[in-house]
């Protein structure tokens, strides 16, 4: 029926498929909005922290709302170098970040995704299509039904919906994206981790003396070496209201090759002298794993529109983890405004083709998550070296070991420590070329 | 702190459908492979809700019930073994995170 078409189907209700409905919304498109989960976050997982100011952009001033969906700004930040005894970390806290716009925030998908959706059906709710958009929970979408190769619809068991376009936002285990044919059927593990992850809980007056926390401020850490137990990637530990994520993100391909299981690397971590300590007490209230691509541009579909279609968010492998940070919301977020604002496009020219697709294309090629994504691909192959995740958090630890140690003799020079920790886990050469390298990248 | 085990940690995850006797799996393995030609076996330790497992004698099984739709094992498996899919929302099992 020609009145039950769409604008727009929106598959995924995460972080991408939210942008692009509330953009949508507030252009007044009729669209659906299909998530299998029971209501919106309820499937998904992140470390994590929504990096930027995308936010704002959905939900101007969200800060002011007493009881928002986020759980603490970051105004305080860690990286830390492990060894099996030792931390050496940059610690960088600033009341800079303490002004809105906030420079990223704390969240808990179940409930940051769901006080979300809330805010794009009041964006609905005040569009025109009030009573004909809708977001729809609870349907799994099994196929993006085709004709001729354009996209006219999705299929959910026996039955159909159709609309002019198909935006798909259903996140890294991408299966539409591969059957209408963007991705291969079976992506090898090159190139994507495991994320693994558990909630703690404390008390909140705790956590926040424990924490230095004042207010909502909130703080975040990325750990490399010890962590992950000789496996490539990190280690994370984040900060919300009465809570903390703490997990890691394994290379998959290398958890395979040296056969080992990330919820023992999990453990691993928590007993880590320095680890045990800032963590006791708590008391662990959920336990999570999903994968996540590595920031590799190689994982990424082949294009990432089609006539009638468009990909977003980690459905399109977008992510940034050069070891700083992992930025995959912001670039959920980000592409799934890009691709909605096509959507409008198209309707306005009335031209779904990829003619009007590919200006999504162009869009997010001239946005930040494309540049930093080309710009840094040296950066995020560099944190997957051996080098990286072992020797450097090795030779780190053993020079701040020496460093820090008084010992009522006479005082050795810094040079020289550091020249013994070198020969004692890498070579110059290796370092050399690492810094090279490690220049060029950033 | 305690450290948890597997089974622990599980034990805090919500399942869908959990009173339901009749699941409809939503990912399905041939174990043939996994028992012949299968070189690694890697699924049985990657897995973290341990649905991958080896018995006594050495053969791989697998149980959906716990698991949590991370995808780990579509990757994992380079063996072709692994037909995945999202559980159903009304048959199958699968999760609802409380926090994510
Ligand atoms: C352990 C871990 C830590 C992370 N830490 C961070 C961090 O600190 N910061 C950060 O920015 N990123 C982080 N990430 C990455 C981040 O979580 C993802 O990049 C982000 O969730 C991608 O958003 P998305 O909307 O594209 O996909 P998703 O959030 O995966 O959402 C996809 C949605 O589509 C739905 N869906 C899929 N298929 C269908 C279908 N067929 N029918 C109906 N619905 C469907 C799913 O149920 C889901 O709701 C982390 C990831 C992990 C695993
Ligand atoms: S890796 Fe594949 S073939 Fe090997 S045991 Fe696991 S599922 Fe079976
Ligand atoms: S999807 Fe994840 S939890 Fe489920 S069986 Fe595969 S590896 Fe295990």
Redesign the pocket.
């Known amino acids: 029926m020609e009145d039950e078409r769409f604008d727009c189907i929106v598959?995924?209700?995460?972080?991408?498929?939210?942008a692009a409905a509330m953009v949508l919304a507030r252009n007044n498109m009729k669209f659906l909005l299909?998530?299998?989960?029971e209501f919106?976050?309820?499937?998904?997982?992140?470390?994590?922290?929504?990096?930027g100011n995308d936010l704002a952009r959905l939900v101007p001033e969200y800060w002011k709302e007493e009881e928002g969906g986020w759980e603490r700004f970051i105004n305080h930040r860690r990286l830390t170098f492990m060894d099996e005894q030792s931390t050496f970390s940059i610690d960088f806290k600033s009341a800079h970040f303490n002004q809105t716009p906030y420079t990223g925030v704390v969240v808990l998908?179940s409930k940051f995704?769901r006080w979300l959706a809330d805010k794009v059906q009041e964006a609905i709710d005040a569009s025109d299509f009030a009573m004909e958009s809708f977001i729809a929970p609870n349907?799994?979408?099994?196929e993006v039904l085709m004709e001729h190769d354009k996209a006219v619809g999705i299929r959910?068991g026996e039955e159909k919906f159709y609309a002019d376009s198909v935006i798909i936002?259903?996140?890294?285990?991408n299966?539409?994206t591969r059957q209408v044919g963007l991705q291969d059927d079976y992506v090898p593990a090159d190139h994507v981790l495991t994320?693994?992850?558990e909630v703690i809980r404390y008390d909140q007056k705790v956590l926040e003396d424990r924490f230095q926390l004042n207010g909502l401020s909130g703080m975040?850490n990325e750990f490399v070496g010890y962590a992950t137990d000789g496996v490539e990637g990190g280690g994370?530990l984040?900060t919300n209201r009465d809570t903390i994520s703490i997990?890691?993100?394994l290379g998959l391909k290398d958890l395979r090759k040296k056969r080992k299981s990330p919820h023992d690397i999990l453990n691993h971590f928590k007993a880590h002298p320095v680890i045990a300590d800032t963590i006791r007490d708590g008391e662990v209230i959920e336990y999570?794993?999903?994968?996540?691509?590595s920031g590799d541009k190689r994982l990424m579909p082949r294009e990432l529109y089609k006539d009638g279609i468009l990909i977003?968010?980690?459905?399109a492998n977008?992510?940034m983890n050069a070891g700083k940070?992992?930025?995959?919301?912001?670039?959920?977020m980000r592409s799934?405004i890009l691709a909605a604002e096509t959507i409008v496009k198209a309707k306005e020219k009335g031209d779904y083709t990829s003619r009007t697709m590919k200006e999504y294309r162009t869009a997010l090629d001239n946005s930040y998550v494309i540049k930093d994504m080309n710009g840094f691909q040296d950066a995020v192959h560099m944190l997957h070296s051996p080098q990286m995740y072992k020797d450097v958090p090795n030779l780190i630890c053993d020079f701040g070991r020496k460093f820090f140690s008084i010992r009522n003799e006479p005082t050795r020079k810094s040079r020289e420590l550091m020249s013994e920790s070198i020969k004692k886990h890498s070579s110059y050469w290796d370092l050399v070329k690492l810094g090279i390298k490690g220049a060029r990248s950033l | 702190m305690k450290l948890l085990n597997l089974p622990e940690r599980l034990g805090l995850v919500s399942y869908r459908n959990q009173a339901r006797s009749e699941i409809k799996p939503h990912i399905v393995v041939d174990t043939e492979i996994c028992n012949t030609t299968c070189p690694h076996k890697a699924t049985t330790y990657v897995c973290p809700a341990n649905c991958y497992t080896i018995d006594d004698h050495g053969k791989v099984h697998f149980q959906v019930e716990d698991c949590i739709e991370c995808g780990t094992c579509m990757y994992a498996c380079d063996q072709g073994a692994v037909s995945w899919n999202?559980p159903d929302p009304e048959i199958g099992r699968g999760v609802t995170w409380n926090f994510g």
């Open positions: 598959v995924g209700a995460g972080v991408a498929g939210l299909i998530e299998k989960g919106a976050g309820a499937k998904n997982v992140s470390g994590g922290v929504l990096w998908r995704d349907i799994k979408v099994d959910t936002a259903e996140g890294v285990n299966l539409l994320g693994i992850k975040s994370f984040y997990g890691l993100v999570s794993a999903h994968v996540v691509s977003c968010g980690e459905a977008l992510l940070a992992i930025q995959g919301m912001d670039y959920a799934g | 999202y």
